[in-house]
């Protein structure tokens, strides 16, 4: 196992504010709802969780890195983000990478202590070959991070078979929504794609 560059620079060197802006929040309201979101997933004792869109919930990785920063006081370890498979890309240079073969995921601090770190699988093709990529990067990330936050948008598959094999990747699946956006139908046909072992509830954000 490989481990980043300690020369490699921060994505772009910005905070995650500016890499990630959230609009129509205050700081410290959006700050205490990643900690109670934090604080859940914390007692559910989930390793590695899915965050499953609903309709109408958006882009999710600017919650997923915020969600990464505010499990930092709890594990003093940094998280790892998964971003949507749809923007995994090759690592810049000087990245470092989970194995010593190009299948490995990139490492992309980003900025603080409490970063998250980006955790970006190689470029995939389709849907299908993203899945078991997916599958090494969370096997790869054991033993460095405590915590896995993954978008799984885009990789729930067509058929009932598809998803429920994708979800079961990881230790525990929350569904996302937006508030006036996504209805509370929407969110329970959401939710009705989850194993009950792995169900842990819905966030609405907005």
């Not at 998803?163 to 525990?172: K, N």
Request: proline share 11%.
């Amino acid at each position: 196992m490989s481990a980043p560059d300690p020369a490699a620079p921060a994505v772009a060197g910005l905070s995650i504010d500016a890499l990630y802006p959230w609009k129509g929040t205050s700081p410290a309201d959006l700050e205490l709802a990643c900690t109670q979101i934090a604080r859940r997933l914390i007692a559910a004792g989930k390793k590695s969780i899915g965050f499953l869109p609903a309709p109408g919930s958006g882009d999710l990785l600017p919650l997923l890195v915020r969600v990464g920063g505010a499990l930092y006081p709890f594990a003093q370890r940094q998280a790892a983000v998964i971003p949507a498979w749809q923007r995994w890309d090759a690592p810049p240079p000087g990245a470092g990478r989970l194995g010593d073969d190009e299948h490995g995921p990139s490492l992309r601090p980003l900025g603080g202590e409490a970063g998250p770190t980006l955790l970006v699988p190689p470029l995939c093709p389709d849907a299908s070959t993203a899945a078991l990529s997916l599958q090494l990067a969370l096997r790869r990330m054991d033993k460095l991070f405590p915590h896995a936050l993954v978008d799984l948008s885009g990789l729930s598959g067509a058929a009932p078979e598809d998803r429920q094999a994708t979800l079961r990747l990881v230790d525990g699946v929350t569904v996302v929504g937006t508030r006036k956006r996504t209805t509370v139908h929407q969110l329970r046909l959401a939710s009705q794609q989850i194993p009950n072992d792995k169900d842990l509830g819905a966030v609405l954000i907005g």
